[in-house]
């Protein structure tokens, strides 16, 4: 029986991995049943605001008895669409763009990066780990022949919004952006971004630092 959902606020989807990621390593090492408390316990976060998260969603668990761990994994795992593989492109094959075609850690959840894309000569022929570079004159052509979920734009930040467009125009509905630019995306239609900032995950660090 589908579960019902109910509206999901920007903070529960932001914590849903972090659920995921908690009870993959609690499977992993054992554990076959956690209550809402010991749970909360581990991830720092209310007993009742773990409820009140999986309420959105219909709610998991049973009175008493606390969650199954190996259930309510594979609950999440649905509800974060890693049950379905994706087919994933990176424009900019540089330093980060390589990284990631290079990190295998992406593949046991169904990322697949097919294909990487750059302007400079001397990277377009060339592959990563068996993952052509191709020229970025050709992604559009490759966007229509292909299935491509998820395009991570790596390159300088002065070309991302104009990456993006082509990716959109060309059909692409998830874009994962690394450069330090926020991507603006029309209203009316169904993409979704999702901007990785490293620098503002460090400033913030530095922030606590600072005692300022
Ligand atoms: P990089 O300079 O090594 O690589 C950028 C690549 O993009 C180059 O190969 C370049 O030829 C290519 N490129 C330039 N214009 C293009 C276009 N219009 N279409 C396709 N490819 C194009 O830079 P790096 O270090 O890989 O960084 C990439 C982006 O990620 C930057 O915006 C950077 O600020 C950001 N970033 C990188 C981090 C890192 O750890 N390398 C950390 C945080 C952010």
Known sequence: MARERNYVSEAVMRRMPKYYRYLTDMEKT???????????????LTASQIRQDFNCFGGFGQQGYGYNVSELRQEIHKILG???EHHVIVIGAGNLG?????YTGFEKDGFLVKSLFDI??????????GIPIHDVDEMENYIKENQV???AICTPKEKAQEVAERLIRGGVKG???FAA???????????VVENVHLSDSLYTLTFQMSGE
């Open 30 to 44: 054992g554990i076959e049943r956690v209550s809402s408390k010991e749970l909360s316990q581990r991830m720092g």
């Open 120 to 129: 400079n000569p001397r990277l377009i022929g060339m592959s990563i780990r």
């Open 82 to 84: 890693l049950h379905n």
């Open 175 to 177: 874009i994962w952006n």
């Open 98 to 102: 390589q990284a990631l075609a290079n």
């Open 149 to 151: 979920d998820i395009a």
């Open 181 to 191: 630019v926020d991507i603006v995306v029309p209203n009316n239609n169904d993409v």
